[in-house]
């Protein structure tokens, strides 16, 4: 009975926490699929992996590098294959190497050596002259075992452990090219197995001379998960009926002298939706997979997890023997423009090579962490029992006691997970139970205030994402006059862009790209902020505003106008921390009108934005895109300037934007009235003089006058645009209905 009057007297609480408790299940056992748990959890996985990661080098596996060095030395890659076959004698002969795999594809013939070339000029004596022709055949058969280079490379892999790599692709319009190896399975080896192989379309494998000599051949084809980073690798891909082994696989294979793979079935548990393939086997080393027939790569750590020898050294006899005896070697290259650079857990920028390596090593150790089917089983069960003592026990709790206890049941769930992670190698998802936990927490502790300060959280809920929490708070006082629905009002729209920010994206790589970005916009949006002003969106590098609404606002123009000169002298102070950091030095546009505007929430069914519409905020737009052609910083319209007469102003043009019919005068803003000194003034008021001499082309009038103002402010560009003009019209007279108007028939 004490049970269900607790029940009934915190009945909310329980049913949000039991819903938050039915929803994780529902995720788990893939009848939905929250796209934000799996982020998480991917998220959990790296840094798990990152936390517990060995951090050592496995001198094992040896990496013989094509780097810039090599690059330099040898020239550029592809190299001839008498070079390869230099270097495989080397290592094998000199350095007494165990295994060689190749993390590269041989998928074209070495015509380098001008064999073809002779064979060409000998068939056509053979033709035309044939004693010469003969001749020729002769000397041509002699120098062709030093100059058939592929066959030269083709008799180094010969009789010894050499694995070539070769790729599939998934492209069903991908040409094929080389030949396969021999399968490691037929179709018939999984029959009645459903088995959810990575299916290959096509594949660039090497060239049969090559691979008739090698030892055994594997696919280095990748399969990175949905955000691009490589946490997995597939050991079997199926192609045309056949199975084939990774290249991981087949050198492993090759060094522990085992010929044949051998697939592993779990006895409980196998149904039509699920194979029960859980392992592969190479001798008594056991190898887990996923449904996919995927392995999860066990990161040593960073990049020089493993020994790098460069490749022109072991040409040149400079690698102390000692590092490459009885080791495996793998040729890869680490060469930024060669390709084999991947996204992974550990580093953001990763040899393709040393991935290889670490899945070799975590064969060869026993060591590839599992993530089987029966996880999601332990996953629910986890859910189920954590989910239902939260959901009991929280509601009846005080605040203390309820911390208490959903700290204590995170740290047992982390401690189990680490544990299983760390002595079982198994990954138990992790994610949606600490999301779980923290949603019944944060439901229990926030309800009470939530039913008691609604008012006040609708409207932040409504406009808290677009407005200041200052503004939520004026709101608040009258939180009944709000709402999204669309009205129209007199408003200020301002648009903001970063001028020439194609070329100062390119200049930066991603993650220097985001934290300019951010430390760009966050003082932008609090100089908007302070001014009383509604973010209505971030376009890229550009920055959408507005004033008037959902507060209403008799002084929005003046108050956007203050923003607009505070967003230029904020970005004055952020160029000077963009030059410590080494960062290209950016400048803005910005535009702003005043007029009549649409505002309200406004989208589709999947989402929506409070925003504005309408020809006001259109010509706002146009108007920042006008900045750069006349050389300021920001523009207003002749609108936004009767709203704001206490600022001085230097009228720049009349135009007419696209889109457009009448033209509108356009302003650039000088600053407050009484704070303007009188060089300022009488430089503005011969400005405007020359600017009514040229509208009555009385050329030589406004040209004087402007000139003189060059010479006393070269720096402005309006002067030389209008002079440039001048010296135009002079040579082609305007119509004689010209209004002194300017066209832009681009946007």
């Given at each position: ?39 998480l959890e991917?998220f ?10 060995p ?25 001839s ?5 230099s270097l ?27 064999l073809?070339?002779?064979d ?28 058939d280079?592929?066959?030269m490379?083709a008799?180094?892999l010969?009789?010894?452990?050499t694995?070539?790599?070769?790729v ?8 094929s090219?080389?030949i396969?190896?021999?399968?490691s ?23 049969d ?6 030892k ?22 199926q192609?045309?009926g ?22 592993g079935f779990?006895?409980?548990?196998v ?6 393939l ?9 190898v887990?997979?996923?449904?996919n ?14 020994p ?13 023997p ?29 040899p ?23 996880t ?36 047992a ?12 190698n198994l ?9 779980m ?20 959280r609708q409207?932040?809920?409504l ?8 503004l ?24 903001s ?36 002003g509604?973010i ?13 609404a ?8 003046k ?11 904020a ?7 963009f030059?410590?950091k ?59 300037k ?25 302003f ?9 000194n ?37 720096q402005?560009y309006?002067?030389?645009m ?26």
């Open positions: 009975m004490k049970i269900f009057a607790l029940l009934s007297e915190h009945g909310v609480r329980f049913g949000l926490s039991v819903a938050i408790m039915i929803l994780m299940l529902l995720n788990a056992n893939g009848v939905l699929n929250l796209s934000a748990i799996n982020k991917n959990a996985y790296d840094m798990r992996l990152n936390m517990l990661m951090r050592t080098v496995d001198d094992r596996i040896v990496i013989i590098d094509v780097d810039e060095k090599s690059l330099k030395a040898l020239g550029r890659w592809p190299w294959r008498n070079k390869l076959a495989v004698d080397k290592l094998f002969d000199d350095y007494q190497v165990k295994v060689l795999g190749f993390d590269m594809v041989f998928a074209e013939k070495d015509e380098s050596s001008g073809k070339s002779l060409e000029i000998k068939t056509h004596y053979l033709t035309n002259n044939q004693a010469l022709g003969q001749a020729l055949s002769v000397e041509v058969d002699k120098l062709r075992p030093t100059l280079y592929d066959q490379f008799n180094s010969k009789g010894r452990n694995v070539l790599g070769y599939f692709t998934r492209d069903i319009n991908s040409q090219s080389g396969l190896p021999p399968a399975f037929s179709e018939s080896s999984f029959k009645g197995k459903n088995i959810a192989f990575m299916q290959a379309a096509g594949f660039g494998a090497n060239l001379i090559l691979q008739n000599n090698a055994s051949a594997g696919h280095f084809s990748i399969n990175p998960d949905a955000d691009g980073i490589m946490r997995r690798v597939p050991l079997l891909i192609y045309d056949n199975i084939y082994q990774s290249l991981p696989l087949a050198v492993a294979g090759v060094a522990l002298e085992v010929d044949n793979i051998k697939a779990a006895g409980l548990g149904n039509e939706k699920y194979s029960g859980e392992w592969l086997k190479l001798g008594s080393h056991r887990p997979v996923d449904g027939v995927s392995a999860l790569i066990p990161y040593r750590g960073a990049e020089g997890s493993f790098y020898v460069s490749a022109v050294d072991v040409f040149n006899n400079k690698v102390n000692a590092i490459l005896k009885n080791k495996i070697v793998l040729l890869g290259t680490t060469a930024a423009g060669l390709l084999d650079l991947r996204a992974t857990p550990v580093q953001t920028v990763y393709g090579v040393e991935v290889q390596a670490n899945m070799i090593a975590g064969i060869l150790d026993n060591n590839i962490k599992e993530q089987p089917e029966y999601n089983g332990a996953e629910m069960f986890l859910l189920f029992m954590v989910g239902l003592l939260l959901a009991f026990m929280l509601p009846v709790y005080s605040p203390l006691k309820a911390t208490v206890l959903t700290l204590v049941t995170t740290v769930v982390l401690l189990l997970n680490l544990s299983l992670w760390q002595y079982a990954v138990l998802p992790l994610a949606s139970l600490l999301v936990i923290a949603a019944i927490y944060f439901v229990n502790m926030s309800y009470g205030f939530f039913v008691e300060s609604r008012g006040k409207l932040a809920g406009f808290g994402q677009y407005v200041p929490p200052e939520v708070d004026e709101m608040a006082k009258d939180p009944e006059s709000f709402n999204l629905e669309g009205e129209s009002r007199e408003m200020t729209v301002l648009f862009d970063i001028r020439g920010f194609t070329n100062i994206a390119e200049d930066l790589d991603p993650k220097q790209l985001t934290q300019l970005m951010n430390e760009f916009l966050t003082p932008m949006t609090q100089v908007i902020h302070h001014n009383r509604t209505d969106k971030y376009m890229g590098d550009a920055i959408m505003a507005f004033w008037g959902p507060l209403a606002d008799p002084n929005h123009a108050h956007a106008l203050q923003a607009a000169i505070s967003m230029i002298d970005l004055a102070t952020l160029q000077q921390d030059v410590k080494g960062w290209p030095l950016i400048n803005i546009g910005v535009g702003l009108n005043t007029g009549l505007m649409t505002v309200g929430n406004m989208g589709s069914s999947f989402r929506m934005a409070y925003t504005v519409m309408g020809d006001a905020v259109n010509l706002g737009s146009r108007l920042e895109s006008l900045t750069k052609n006349y050389g300021v910083a920001i523009i207003v319209s002749e609108f936004t009767a709203q704001v007469p206490d600022f001085m102003y230097r009228e720049l043009d009349i135009v007419r934007v696209k889109g457009k019919d009448k033209p509108a005068a356009i650039e803003p000088i600053g407050e009235v009484t704070q303007c009188q060089a300022t003034i009488d430089n503005l008021k011969q400005y405007h003089e020359a600017l009514m001499h040229y509208r009555n082309q009385q050329w030589g009038l406004a040209e004087a006058q402007l000139m003189e103002l060059q010479t006393l402010e070269p402005r309006v002067y030389t209008y002079l440039k003009r001048i010296a135009h019209f002079k040579q082609n007279p305007p119509a004689s209905d010209w209004d002194g108007v300017f066209n832009y028939e681009s946007k």
